[in-house]
């Protein structure tokens, strides 16, 4: 599918701080001040915690930590989705949310509540837990009427959001879209992660030889996406690929055969060669897994080895925010003022893994003289692949 679809502003808060200066100038210092400690029934871990820049007072219904979040990056675009909504009228703007925590830590408080009482605390309501919760909250806040919806594909929820909203534009459902993600670290998902050993309670450390797990994140990024561009940071969507390894519920296929071929069909889409693309965003977990797998797989489709990295070190992995968080950083990098453009740096302890191919790593510093087309790939549970490429128009 061609994509006449621009991605033509941004509304973040992550652990880097919230909007597009704050996120940008932290993610390209190569800062890990929002990395925090945090204890839980297991322990203490390392997490790198969000707060929206300023609380806005939501309605009972609505009030809990994830919506707090999606309303501050909403506020940040709010003057282009009245620019939107003025001229498809609100019923033509579809909101796309990609989540897979809606509001655990209300939830377990309730069920601890439960327990004790025999019954819920005044107010609690089942739909809280539902998928689409952070979507009905979005259309709401923002006071659109059209198609909404929430995707939960894990890691790669927000990185379909994208491509789901681009598809909608293409055949004419929606006129433009809000399209992002939003994620917090609940306790439920911290202990989940730990359950599984792909926790590192230290900052994580992807593709050196001593990494032991991830760090969780949590943030939210909302991207307003039309048909054409509007101002001068609009960048296109210009490749979406996508791929289904269905090869174990929680571990990747070890030769990153579907991660290349969600890679292949992107560059296919946008029309490039491997060659074009000047910056690769890593999914870099920092799990054993997925590294040596992401290693393999991005090094035959990229053998001369541009720069990449991933920036899950500063801000963790943020789970179903994860895809549209990174491919923000990528428009954010396009988007810098000046003749060399700054890349995100790879931060870790620079010793590689024998045995696998070694990745052109960027170091703190890193810049380049042309960044024209820049990918993110996102991999999920379940062998779900989203590699996502945006491009100057």
Same mark, same amino acid.
């Given at each position: 599918?061609?994509?006449?679809?621009?991605?033509?502003?941004?509304?973040?808060?992550?652990?880097?701080?919230?909007?597009? !200066?704050?996120?940008?100038?932290?993610?390209?210092?190569?800062?890990?001040?929002?990395?925090?400690?945090?204890?839980?029934?297991?322990?203490?871990?390392?997490?790198?915690?969000?707060?929206?820049?300023?609380?806005?007072?939501?309605?009972?219904?609505?009030?809990?930590?994830?919506?707090?979040?999606?309303?501050?990056?909403?506020?940040?675009?709010?003057?282009?989705?009245?620019?939107?909504?003025?001229?498809?009228?609100?019923?033509? &703007?579809?909101?796309?949310?990609?989540?897979?925590?809606?509001?655990?830590?209300?939830?377990?408080?309730?069920?601890?509540? +439960?327990?004790?009482?025999?019954?819920? #605390? #005044?107010?609690?309501?089942?739909?809280?837990?539902?998928?689409?919760?952070?979507?009905? +909250?979005?259309? !709401?806040?923002?006071?659109? @009427?059209?198609?909404?919806?929430?995707?939960?594909?894990?890691?790669?929820?927000?990185?379909?959001?994208?491509?789901?909203?681009?598809?909608?534009?293409?055949?004419?459902?929606?006129?433009?879209?809000?399209?992002?993600?939003?994620?917090?670290?609940?306790?439920?998902?911290?202990?989940?992660?730990?359950?599984?050993?792909?926790?590192?309670?230290?900052?994580?450390?992807?593709?050196?030889?001593?990494?032991?797990?991830?760090?969780?994140?949590?943030?939210?990024?909302?991207?307003?996406?039309?048909?054409?561009?509007? %101002?001068?940071?609009?960048?296109?969507?210009?490749?979406?690929?996508?791929?289904? !390894?269905?090869?174990?519920?929680?571990? #990747?296929?070890?030769?990153?055969?579907?991660?290349?071929?969600?890679?292949?069909?992107?560059?296919?889409?946008?029309?490039?060669?491997?060659?074009? &693309? !000047?910056?690769?965003?890593?999914?870099?977990? %920092?799990?054993?897994?997925?590294?040596?797998?992401?290693?393999?797989?991005?090094?035959?489709?990229?053998?001369?080895? #541009?720069?990449?990295?991933?920036?899950?070190?500063?801000?963790?992995?943020?789970?179903?925010?994860?895809?549209?968080?990174?491919?923000?950083?990528?428009?954010?990098?396009?988007?810098?003022?000046?003749?060399?453009?700054?890349?995100?740096?790879?931060?870790?302890?620079?010793?590689?893994?024998? %045995?696998?191919?070694?990745?052109?790593?960027?170091?703190?510093?890193?810049?380049?003289?042309?960044?024209?087309?820049?990918? @993110?790939?996102?991999?999920? +549970?379940?062998?779900?692949?989203?590699?996502?490429?945006?491009?100057?128009?």
């Amino acid at each position: 599918m061609s994509s006449g679809c621009f991605l033509t502003d941004l509304g973040i808060v992550c652990a880097l701080g919230s909007g597009k !200066d704050a996120a940008a100038e932290n993610i390209l210092a190569g800062s890990r001040e929002g990395l925090r400690r945090v204890a839980s029934r297991a322990g203490e871990f390392t997490v790198a915690s969000a707060e929206p820049s300023r609380r806005t007072a939501l309605p009972p219904r609505w009030q809990n930590r994830l919506n707090g979040l999606l309303a501050d990056a909403a506020d940040q675009i709010r003057p282009a989705v009245e620019r939107l909504a003025a001229r498809y009228g609100a019923q033509r &703007v579809a909101v796309v949310l990609g989540s897979t925590d809606n509001g655990a830590e209300q939830s377990q408080a309730a069920l601890k509540t +439960f327990r004790e009482t025999k019954a819920f #605390p #005044p107010g609690y309501e089942f739909e809280r837990q539902a998928a689409h919760f952070g979507s009905d +909250f979005l259309k !709401d806040y923002l006071k659109f @009427s059209g198609y909404s919806c929430s995707i939960s594909t894990a890691c790669t929820s927000s990185a379909r959001a994208l491509v789901m909203a681009r598809n909608l534009l293409a055949v004419g459902a929606c006129d433009a879209a809000v399209a992002g993600g939003a994620d917090i670290v609940s306790e439920a998902v911290l202990l989940g992660f730990h359950s599984l050993e792909a926790v590192d309670r230290e900052p994580c450390n992807p593709f050196s030889r001593n990494r032991r797990g991830i760090n969780l994140g949590e943030g939210a990024a909302l991207f307003t996406v039309e048909r054409g561009p509007a %101002g001068h940071e609009s960048l296109r969507l210009s490749g979406c690929g996508e791929s289904s !390894d269905a090869f174990h519920a929680t571990a #990747p296929e070890p030769e990153g055969r579907g991660a290349e071929a969600a890679m292949r069909a992107a560059l296919a889409e946008a029309g490039l060669e491997p060659g074009d &693309v !000047d910056y690769v965003n890593l999914h870099g977990t %920092g799990t054993e897994l997925n590294d040596r797998m992401e290693s393999k797989a991005t090094h035959r489709v990229f053998p001369a080895g #541009p720069p990449c990295s991933s920036t899950k070190t500063m801000v963790g992995h943020t789970l179903g925010a994860a895809g549209a968080m990174e491919l923000a950083f990528c428009w954010l990098a396009m988007n810098r003022p000046g003749g060399r453009f700054a890349l995100p740096p790879h931060l870790w302890d620079g010793e590689p893994e024998e %045995g696998i191919p070694r990745l052109n790593l960027t170091s703190l510093g890193a810049a380049t003289g042309r960044l024209d087309h820049c990918m @993110s790939n996102s991999y999920a +549970f379940g062998g779900c692949n989203v590699s996502l490429i945006i491009s100057r128009s």
